[in-house]
């Protein structure tokens, strides 16, 4: 916070989250209001420094809990310390933290319903309610999110738990979000949390539907690829010439053909659609971070330098309404130099991620095995956001703590299992 005279804003993402705690209403586009909820409650300091040093508490806090979780499941305090380091020292995470954006709540809401569920061996009907409401905020906080409470449901019938565990997972995990849909459809005319889950998934199909294999009824027709051709699946939300963005209205008000097409189109080519996805999947590994789509620069570092807004007539009402010192982000010295001069080994980027993903899938295997509940959730969470959309740098962060928490519990669960045999196999050669 030294570094940097204040928060990093995002045209337009950082703004529309401004606007909506303002004005509370549910966008009808891609975000749901969770997160603007959270800068509602920060609005009378009027301050987005302020929403930095929130987010920069929440980003140690989710490393905490890491660390403690681990020191619950009886690690030692270097093993927990190293599973937390990837959260806490790479500049991703930190650039998050200092940026007007949901990553940061998101990560921090899911590793908390993690933590509380963990807790104990055998989770109360309490604890379990506390963690379907946690993944409930961190739904409405990004929509990806919402699956978590299937796959906590699947985990708690796996190991028994009891009919109240289940009934208090549903209950405090699905009225938020009933209560949330409701809310919706008082501003837009139907039941959901967003507006553009069927446009993220028409981007997708975009980089390999064939209309010739899908042959889609005529209303959906107009939605086929018309030649226009992007870097990344992605762009296509936003390209001028794609074909959802040549219909009047604008691309949201088509957002239930855009599902239907989509929908089709996976039916008719799955194996394509698998292949889009697995490719995309890879870059997440490479040792260097890639560029996707091209106009995206990934780092390894810190920034230096200075970020000016763009001139728009929301960014001045967003200085009129919330904070009326926004402006744009820059370095400050000597701070930013000291910051600049660090820089994260690209080896612990995408190979560190396929390794903790690799060693937490062997902790997995088999019954009653700690490890299960966060590796499925991090690879969900990596998956997720690739199968309805694109790829992106950010997107990966989210499942990176799980993996670290899955990782950790698997390699103690392995280390007590060899010790163990190497202990039966000495009682079987020099007797009882």
Do not use: K
């Not at 380091?85 to 998101?106: G, I, K, M, W, Y």
């Not at 319903?113 to 739904?139: E, H, I, N, Q």
């Amino acid at each position: 916070m030294l570094g940097h005279d204040t928060a990093r804003l995002y045209w337009y993402d950082s703004f529309t989250y401004l606007n909506t705690a303002v004005h509370l209403q549910p966008s009808g586009a891609f975000h749901p209001a969770g997160y603007p909820f959270s800068l509602r409650l920060l609005l009378p300091f009027h301050s987005v420094e302020l929403v930095a040093g929130v987010q920069h508490a929440m980003g140690l806090g989710t490393g905490l809990m890491i660390y403690l979780v681990l020191r619950r499941h009886s690690l030692p305090g270097w093993g927990a310390t190293l599973a937390a380091l990837p959260v806490l020292f790479n500049p991703a995470f930190l650039r998050l933290e200092h940026a007007v954006l949901s990553d940061t709540q998101l990560i921090f809401l899911i590793t908390a319903a993690l933590t509380v569920l963990m807790w104990r061996t055998r989770p109360s009907a309490r604890a379990v309610a506390v963690t379907g409401l946690l993944l409930a905020l961190a739904g409405l906080t990004r929509t990806a999110a919402v699956p978590l409470l299937g796959l906590v449901l699947l985990h708690l019938l796996l190991r028994r738990a009891g009919r109240r565990q289940v009934v208090a997972l549903a209950v405090a995990g699905l009225l938020p979000l009933a209560a949330y849909a409701g809310w919706y459809h008082q501003h837009h005319g139907r039941f959901a949390l967003s507006g553009s889950d069927g446009v993220a998934l028409w981007a997708r199909t975009m980089t390999f539907a064939d209309c010739s294999v899908i042959r889609p009824p005529a209303r959906e027709a107009v939605l086929c690829p018309n030649g226009t051709v992007v870097d990344a699946a992605s762009e296509y939300v936003w390209a001028p010439g794609a074909s959802l963005n040549r219909l009047p209205g604008g691309r949201f008000a088509h957002n239930d053909l855009a599902r239907s097409f989509a929908l089709r189109a996976i039916a008719a080519q799955p194996l394509d659609y698998l292949r889009e996805v697995a490719r995309d999947t890879a870059l997440t590994f490479a040792a260097t971070p890639v560029r996707h789509p091209l106009r995206v620069s990934p780092s390894l570092t810190f920034p230096v330098g200075s970020w000016p807004l763009p001139d728009f007539p929301l960014v001045d009402q967003v200085r009129r309404e919330y904070d009326g010192d926004v402006r744009g982000m820059s370095s400050v010295e000597p701070y930013a130099s000291l910051l600049g001069a660090y820089s994260y080994p690209g080896v612990l980027h995408g190979p560190l991620l396929g390794a903790l993903l690799l060693l937490g899938g062997l902790g997995a295997v088999g019954r009653r095995r700690p490890a299960l509940l966060p590796w499925t959730a991090a690879v969900f969470l990596l998956l997720a956001p690739i199968a309805v959309l694109d790829f992106d740098h950010r997107y990966v962060l989210p499942s990176i703590p799980m993996a670290c928490l899955a990782a950790a519990l698997a390699v103690a669960g392995l280390s007590r299992r060899v010790r163990a045999c190497v202990a039966a196999g000495r009682r079987g050669r020099h007797g009882p």
